[in-house]
């Protein structure tokens, strides 16, 4: 399962290893829908370490009054 410590990159590559994984077709049912599930987290929790490193840059380009950062909406 995943590990909460790991880092964007990290996380990035496992969830690479588990789309070619599953697009190969190879897996029983039961372990694919497994690995479906720890690819949904894992995707998660990249768009969070995403969000969460956007924000820091968007909070140290306001203290610094820079030009805002373009934020996307969600």
């Given at each position: 399962m995943m590990e909460s410590k790991w880092?964007?990159?990290t996380a990035l590559k496992k969830l690479e290893t588990l789309v070619k994984e599953l697009e190969s077709g190879e897996l029983e049912l039961e372990n694919?829908?497994?690995k479906y599930q720890?690819?949904?987290e894992l995707a998660k929790y990249c768009h969070d370490l995403l969000k969460n490193a956007?924000?820091?840059?968007?909070?140290?380009?306001?203290?610094?009054?820079?030009?805002e950062f373009p934020t996307t909406e969600e």
């Open positions: 880092t964007f990159e694919a829908v497994k720890e690819g949904i956007e924000n820091v840059v968007v909070k140290m380009m306001k203290d610094d009054e820079l030009v």
